[in-house]
T-cell receptor, first 117, second 112 residues
Framework: NAGVTQTPKFRVLKTGQSMTLLCAQDMNHEYMYWYRQDPGMGLRLIHYSVGEGTTAKGEVPDGYNVSRLKKQNFLLGLESAAPSQTSVYFC????????????????FGPGTRLTVL | GENVEQHPSTLSVQEGDSAVIKCTYSDSASNYFPWYKQELGKGPQLIIDIRSNVGEKKDQRIAVTLNKTAKHFSLHITETQPEDSAVYFCAANKGGFQKLVFGTGTRLLVSP
C-alpha cells in the first residue's frame, strides 16, 4: 500500500494563479483532511471530509475550495493564489469504525511545498 | 473553541537524557490527546495517544501523562537517541473524534 500520496511535491505560483493539489489514499478511509503548516503555527485544518461527496470547513478555509468526488481522492483548490498561502500543505486520512469503535489515528501524506510570489 | 499551547518550542538534550514536552488545552470537552512526530521532509506520524479516562500511558521509551483537572498533558521520552531528533506536535480533539487541534510544535535535538 502506498498510504497517502500528494501531488505535486513542490510548486511555485504567481499571485492570482490557480492550482489544484491532489491527495489520494489507498486505505479505504472515510475521513480525509487538508492542513497547512506554517513556521511557529503548527498544523491548521483547512477543510475536511467525512465521506465521498461531503466536505466541511476547518479553522482556516478562506481562499480554498475542496472536492471529494471519489472516496480515495480529496482535492484542494486555490482559485486566486496569494502570498499568504505560501505554506506546506498536508493531507491526512482516517478510518472510521463500527458503533462503539473509533479509529483515531490520522495518516499523513508527505506534503506539498507551495510558494506564491 | 479549542486552543492548544505547547512548550518549549525547541529542546536540546544529550543522548541518554530525558526530554519532556508539555501542552495545555482549553476545552474541557476534549477527551483524546495524540502526539505526532515529524521527521525532516516527511508528514507527521502518530507515536502515542491517550484518552481522558486514563492518566498515563507508556510505550517503551515514550510515555504520556494527562492531568484533566489542570487541562495539561505531557510527552516524556527517556534514554533519548539521535534518531529521536524531530519536531513533535501535541493535539486535542474537537467535535468528537472528527477533528484535531494541534499545538505549535517542539523541535527536539538529541546530540550524540
Amino acid at each position: 500500500n502506498a498510504g497517502v500520496t500528494q501531488t505535486p511535491k513542490f510548486r511555485v505560483l504567481k499571485t492570482g494563479q490557480s492550482m489544484t493539489l491532489l491527495c489520494a489514499q489507498d486505505m479505504n478511509h472515510e475521513y480525509m483532511y487538508w492542513y497547512r503548516q506554517d513556521p511557529g503555527m503548527g498544523l491548521r485544518l483547512i477543510h475536511y471530509s467525512v465521506g465521498e461527496g461531503t466536505t466541511a470547513k476547518g479553522e482556516v478555509p478562506d481562499g480554498y475550495n475542496v472536492s471529494r468526488l471519489k472516496k480515495q481522492n480529496f482535492l484542494l483548490g486555490l482559485e486566486s493564489a496569494a502570498p499568504s498561502q505560501t505554506s506546506v500543505y498536508f493531507c491526512a486520512s482516517r478510518k472510521t469504525g463500527a458503533v462503539g469503535i473509533s479509529y483515531n489515528e490520522q495518516f499523513f501524506g508527505p506534503g506539498t511545498r507551495l510558494t506564491v510570489l | 473553541g479549542e486552543n492548544v499551547e505547547q512548550h518549549p518550542s525547541t529542546l536540546s538534550v544529550q543522548e541518554g537524557d530525558s526530554a519532556v514536552i508539555k501542552c495545555t488545552y482549553s476545552d474541557s470537552a476534549s477527551n483524546y490527546f495524540p502526539w505526532y512526530k515529524q521527521e525532516l521532509g516527511k508528514g507527521p506520524q502518530l507515536i502515542i495517544d491517550i484518552r481522558s479516562n486514563v492518566g498515563e500511558k507508556k510505550d517503551q521509551r515514550i510515555a504520556v501523562t494527562l492531568n484533566k483537572t489542570a487541562k495539561h498533558f505531557s510527552l516524556h521520552i527517556t534514554e533519548t537517541q539521535p534518531e529521536d531528533s524531530a519536531v513533535y506536535f501535541c493535539a486535542a480533539n474537537k467535535g468528537g473524534f472528527q477533528k484535531l487541534v494541534f499545538g505549535t510544535g517542539t523541535r527536539l535535538l538529541v546530540s550524540p
